[in-house]
């Protein structure tokens, strides 16, 4: 089985501050990990995933994250926020099992930013 | 520009009618997926597809069907046995690889009012 848990459904910052979104994970073997953004009204884009190479992904809009086994652990970061990353932020996992596996969402972390 | 597009982008229904939401992809991919999202919920699997003439039920398909005679096409109809049927929809494709990461796109998403 496999399940994922975002911890905090709002987070705010201001612009300029570090965000800093959490992700845990929970899968019987070595998993896929993703963070997907959404802006209101829209679909589901791919920010950055993890596939079991480097443990730091780096992905769009200068967002990154560091996958951490023993902390089973997957948290989302960005330096300096900006405005314009005010958004809904899914984090998901696929565990790579063999065929019927499927990608499991967590329940969103609103993210605000403030001027 | 290759891309999925839902349709119609809003919908208003009366209890007791089903409805069917339009979902069509040209990126060549074999796996179609919908998704339902309600606030503070994240994403849940309606029903998903790997391959032409094939479906699978998601984790919450009760009050729902889909067909899959086309490769580009993966229509959701909402029936009348739904019981709480206004919500978000969001079709998603991707490659599909028994073990691999998958890579969802989504569509911009349907959002259904029962009146």
């Known amino acids: 089985a496999q399940s994922v848990t975002q911890l905090g459904s709002h987070v705010s910052v201001s612009e300029g501050a570090l965000v800093l979104l959490r992700c845990n994970y929970s899968s019987s073997v070595p998993p896929y990990l993703f963070w997907y953004v959404q802006y209101p009204n829209q679909g589901l884009q791919l920010l950055l995933k993890y596939t079991s190479a480097a443990t730091l992904v780096k992905g769009i809009n200068g967002f990154e994250a560091e996958f951490k086994k023993s902390e089973t652990s997957f948290h989302l970061t960005k330096p300096s926020a900006h405005m314009s990353d005010a958004a809904e932020y899914f984090c998901a996992v696929r565990s790579g099992e063999t065929s019927g596996s499927r990608l499991t969402f967590g329940e969103g972390t609103q993210l605000t930013v403030n001027p | 520009d290759g891309g999925i597009t839902q349709s119609p982008k809003y919908l208003f229904r009366k209890e007791g009618q089903n409805v069917t939401l339009s979902c069509e992809q040209n990126?060549?991919?074999?796996?179609m997926y919908w998704y339902r999202q309600d606030p503070g919920q994240g994403l849940r699997l309606i029903y998903y597809?790997?391959?032409?003439?094939?479906?699978q039920k998601g984790d919450i398909a009760e009050g729902y069907s889909v067909s899959r005679e086309k490769k580009e096409s993966f229509p959701l109809t909402v029936t009348s046995a739904q019981k709480n049927p206004t919500a978000f929809y969001l079709c998603?494709?991707?490659?599909?690889?028994?073990?691999?990461?998958?890579?969802?796109?989504f569509g911009a998403g349907s959002r259904l009012t029962v009146l």
């Open positions: 597809s790997q391959i032409v003439n094939d479906f």
């Open positions: 998603a494709s991707s490659i599909w690889r028994p073990s691999g990461a998958n890579v969802l796109t």
């Open positions: 990126l060549n991919h074999d796996a």
